[in-house]
Structure formats: C-alpha cells, structure tokens
C-alpha cells in the first residue's frame, strides 16, 4: 500500500457538480503517480484538510492511501521508477502499526475493578478493560443518554436543575453537550481506534478522515449509548444515578468504595460498599464533592493552571467571511471555525476554547444558585450563530491561601455571582463586546442574538470575573481581531461565565498512573488533570486501562 500526500485539490473543482471529489481526487491520484486507472485497485481517504490562507487559492488538502492491482511488487517498482525520475516527493510505502485494546487475560482477578464516571475517559477505560475480560463495574452519577436529554430540556425550559444529573453528569460526561469535537493537539497510536469506536458506535465515517472531526450533540447521546451497551455485552456492569462518596485503604492500597444509589420510585438513599482492589477515578471535572472526599480521605492532590471567562457570539456569516474571503457560502465548504491566542504584554494570555461552528450556548450548572456556560454544535453546524469560550488561565500563584481545593471555590464564587447579576433563575448575564471595551454595562443588543436558552440580562460581564481575567480579555479583543476580522464587532455578545473548561486540580498519580498516596487508586481522564478533550480524555482512559491490565499480569 502506498501513502500520497500533500495532493491538493482546487475549491473550483469542488462545486458539487463534475467532477465530483472522488473524480477530482482520482484523477488526481492518476497524475501524481503516472498510471493509467486500469492499474489501480483502491484509494482510500486518510486526511482532507483546509487551506484558506490564501482566499484567492481555498484548496483542500489530501493525504491518500492507494492499493495497486499488482499489489506489493507493483508497489516496488512504482517506488522506484519514482525515485529514479525524481518524483518520489509525497509517495512513500505505507505501514501502520495498530494500536488494539488490552488482549483478554483469561482469568478474573478475584475482585473485578471499578470504574467511577461514564464520561470518554471512564468509557473507554471500562471498555478496554471489558474487552481484557475483566468485567468491570461502571457507575454514574448521572443518568443514562434519554433520561439525560429529557432533564436537560426541563432545565432549560422551566430552570428546574437536577443536580445529579445535567450537562456536566451524565453517560458520556460533559463531552456530549459541547459539540463532540474530535480534533486535539496531542498525537496517539490510539486515535484511529477511539475514531473508529466512535463510527461503529454511530458517528459519521467521516470523521476518519476529516481534519477537524466532530459528532455533534444530536448524534453523541446514541454513540455513548452504543458504546456503553458493548461494555454490557462483554461482561461489564454498568449503573446510572450511582454516587461516589467514599474510597476505602487498606495498608496504603485501596480496599473498596461505598456508593450512593437513590431510589427513583421510592426516593429512598441505599449506599453500598463494594470491594475493589482497583478503583480508576474518571469523574470529571465538575465532581467538586469528590475532590473533597478525597482530601478529606488523605489522597494527595494539587492545585493546578485552569481557565475562565465567558462565551463570545458572532454571526456565523462573519466568521465565514473573515476566514474564507470571497468564496465564502461556498458549497464544498463547513461553516468555518478559529482558534485564537492573545499574548499579552502583562505576561498574561488570553485564548478561544472548544469554538462551535453554527452553534449554541448552553446551560452547564450542576449546583444550584449558579450559572455556568459553555458550548455545542448538532451535527449539521446550522444555527445562525458560532460560540467559544473566551478565556484566560488563572495560575496557582493566582489563588490565595494554600487550599489545594481554592481553584474550586474561585469557579464557584464566579457562578454565584453570575446567578445573582443575572436575576436569578439561571439567566446568564450578557453584554455587548463593544460596551465590554468601553467598560460600560449593556442594556440591548443587536444583530447578534443571544442563544443562551434560559434567556440573559444585559449588564456587565466583568464583574462576575476577576479583575485580571476581564482585563486581560479586554486587552485580548482587539489583538484578536487582528488575525479574525470582525472578533472585536460592536455587538457581538460575552455570556458569563464560563468556568468549567478545566479542572482546577491534579489528583496526583506516578509513572505507574496510580495515585502517588494510594495504591490500586488510578486519576484518570479530564477531572483528575490528565486530559483536555473528548480525544485526549478517551485515550488517557485506554492509557490508564493498559496499566491496569499490565499490573494484573
């Protein structure tokens, strides 16, 4: 098999008439290799990516892999007749190496371990260990995807907040309501099979290929609920509206966890202890209780760099026009997206986070008396607005005190305070960019309507925030509008707050990814500190899981 990269394919020739992409794409193939069709067996699409750096030339961007009739030895003598004629350049032998789940042990250990969280991480971690043969016990917090769905939309319509379940708790974690973007900085043999967990799950094949994959949040709940039912199939246990509140040690070793279940008929409460030699804490980055819990339990953790701010919404035609010039609205593009980064002169950044093309703001409390926003997409990106975090770091130094657990109380007094600047009945305060930068409140707004469902009170957004968060975003708008023409508009809005884009906290774990104070206890996954994303989430679950198998050996 060979690899063919950097075959780059006019927007002109992609115009949903003839040639189709595939057309264009084989008769592209044709050329680069010099061969008639006839000696071709299959083309397959690896990777199409965007380029619109120049607005005159928006090409897309291919990399190929191409099986020849003669197969390998044809392959060869293609290799080099190419070097020879000096036309080797983005041709190259193909081999990929396969990263496969943990292979079956073939016996149980005599305590099956417990996986405590149902987002990406605790998901993969579970089925990786399911597909060892080890039939682990998954608990949530949350409920399953329907139920979920059904009290998130009660949330957003009357403010009737559940708050064990909501967009942070649930099956598939916080990840299902922010779009389900798919793109990351990190690079990992894994992601080809978290791609194609998530395809055989029901995601679009698509993302396999395309440079910026998502699921969207239409499409996630039926994924996670595939996956999960595979979990059911080899072995694994799984339970919803099931609460960490206790971890057991033993001769500095885990013992056991007692879990909360309320009973949804009844009402009443039944803890249980389980026995568990390991126990994989994937709980998130909003399970606050948890933290406590195991300060309180003597498991070391630390304060770490997280983020704040507020959501910033533009309409989608603006973005679409900065980024992608005058073919803009063209048919062969997506709605277009940004990432932005402001490096200050105060030593302070500012940056966009987890941007939602054709999106919406979202309700994302999970504790009454607070409002926290965040941001998702469906999977066709077609809402009038696009939405992203607009936030700036705060550093341990920041945060007063030496309370490892003072990050937590800085996101909550934020929320706090938004719930009161909104008026109560989690409306989000809002104001216009224009008014941000005078350092006025807003009373109206404009062309940019607001998309936060339980509705805003115009104000001034600042004053939710620390001093040195809204300043530094002030200072951040125009030098973004630098690189997004039309970043700093007039009447684009800033909803507040937006908190939860991080863990404040490092549940500290050793090479050997256990915790460093408590053997058998494995941090893992965004809310322990070890992640930042639906990809990097679901591969520190696998990460987590082979070392876990590797220790049962």
Known sequence: MLELTGIRIPLDRLDGTFPTEEEAIQKAVLRKLRLPLSDIDQIELRKRSLDARKKSDVRYNYTLLVTLCG??????????????????????????????????????????????????????????????????????????????????????????????????????????????????????????????????????????????????????????????????????????????????????????????????????????????????????????????????????????????????????????????????????????????????????SAFSFCMCPGGYVVAAASEPGGVVTNGMSLSARDGQNANAGFLANVFPEDLPGDDVLA????????????????????VAPAQLVGDFLRGVPSTAGGDVLPTYPRGVAWGDVATCLPDYIAQTLREAIPVMDRYLHGFATEDAVLTGVETRSSSPVRVTRGKELQSVSCAGLW?????????????????????VAEALVASLK
Request: aromatic residues 6%; glycine residues 14%; hydrophobic residues 35%.
């Open 407 to 426: 990050g937590v109380e800085l996101q909550r007094s934020c929320e706090r305070a938004a719930f009161e600047a909104g008026g109560g009945g989690y």
């Open 523 to 543: 941090p893992c996954g965004e809310g322990a500190g070890y992640a930042g994303g639906i990809m990097s989430a679901a591969t520190d679950g696998l990460r």
């Open 71 to 348: 197969g390998a030895e044809a392959e060869r003598e293609l290799l080099h007749r190419l070097r020879r004629h000096h036309e080797l350049r983005g041709v190259r032998e193909y081999n990929e190496t396969t990263y496969r789940f943990p292979a079956h042990l073939g016996t149980m250990p005599a305590k099956r371990p417990v996986v405590v969280g149902a987002g990406c991480a605790g998901l993969f971690c579970a089925l990786a260990l399911a597909e060892a043969g080890l039939e682990p016990l998954l608990v949530e917090r949350g409920e399953d995807a329907e139920r979920r769905c059904e009290k998130i939309d009660r949330f957003e319509e009357t403010g009737e907040l559940d708050p064990e379940s909501n967009i942070q708790f649930g099956l598939g974690g916080a990840g299902t309501f922010s779009d389900g973007k798919l793109g990351t900085g990190t690079k990992s043999p894994a992601h080809r099979l978290i791609l194609k967990t998530f395809v055989d799950a029901g995601a679009d094949p698509k993302i396999m290929w395309d440079a910026k994959p998502h699921v969207g949040s239409d499409v996630l709940p039926t994924v996670v609920t595939n996956i999960c039912g595979r979990i059911g199939v080899l072995g694994g246990e799984v339970r919803f509206g099931t609460r960490l509140t206790g971890i057991s040690t033993s001769g500095g070793s885990v013992s056991g966890v007692t879990l909360e279940r309320r009973d949804p008929q009844t009402g009443i409460v039944v803890e249980e202890r389980v026995p568990a030699d390991n126990v994989v804490l994937a709980c998130g980055h909003s399970a606050r209780d948890v933290f406590s819990m195991l300060v309180e339990t003597g498991i070391r953790l630390e304060r770490k760099t997280f983020a704040m701010g507020v959501r910033i919404e533009h309409l989608q035609s603006m973005v679409d026009r900065s980024q992608y010039g005058p073919v803009a609205g063209h048919p062969a593009l997506d709605p277009a997206s940004y990432k932005l980064v402001a490096h200050l002169p105060s030593g302070r």
